[in-house]
């Protein structure tokens, strides 16, 4: 009878280990989710400022040089923003799948 007893009590401490394993991964993933929206959140918000500032120096420069110049600037500085946004994006659905194997 003793023996069941302990066999009982492991089998509780094992489902209680377990039980905080799960609400620990259910935090991490929700904080994971929470970081992605966060991410894609702050792109939309820059896209939206480089719009602006893109309309902006259309409006306002006249030289038709610096106007492009700086269009030009602005546009390669939001290419190199959308491909580190990419690159975190690919790494991550990488290393979420190799974690799966």
């Known amino acids: 009878m003793e023996e069941q007893s302990k066999n009982?009590?492991?089998?509780?401490?094992?489902?209680?280990?377990?039980?905080k394993k799960i609400?620990?991964?259910l935090s991490q993933d929700n904080l994971i989710d929470d970081l992605k929206e966060s991410l894609n959140e702050i792109i939309e918000s820059t896209s939206e400022i480089f719009n602006s500032l893109?309309?902006?120096?259309?409006?306002?420069?006249?030289d038709e040089d610096?106007?492009?110049?700086?269009n030009d600037?602005?546009?390669?500085?939001?290419?190199?923003?959308?491909?580190?946004?990419?690159?975190?994006?690919?790494?991550?659905?990488?290393?979420?799948?190799f974690e799966e194997e």
Do not use: A
């Open 8 to 19: 009982w009590s492991e089998i509780n401490k094992d489902l209680t280990n377990l039980t």
């Open 23 to 25: 609400k620990s991964n």
């Open 54 to 62: 893109t309309n902006s120096i259309e409006s306002t420069i006249k």
């Open 66 to 70: 610096i106007r492009r110049e700086t």
């Open 73 to 97: 600037i602005i546009s390669n500085s939001f290419n190199e923003l959308k491909k580190t946004y990419l690159s975190i994006e690919y790494n991550n659905s990488f290393s979420n799948k």
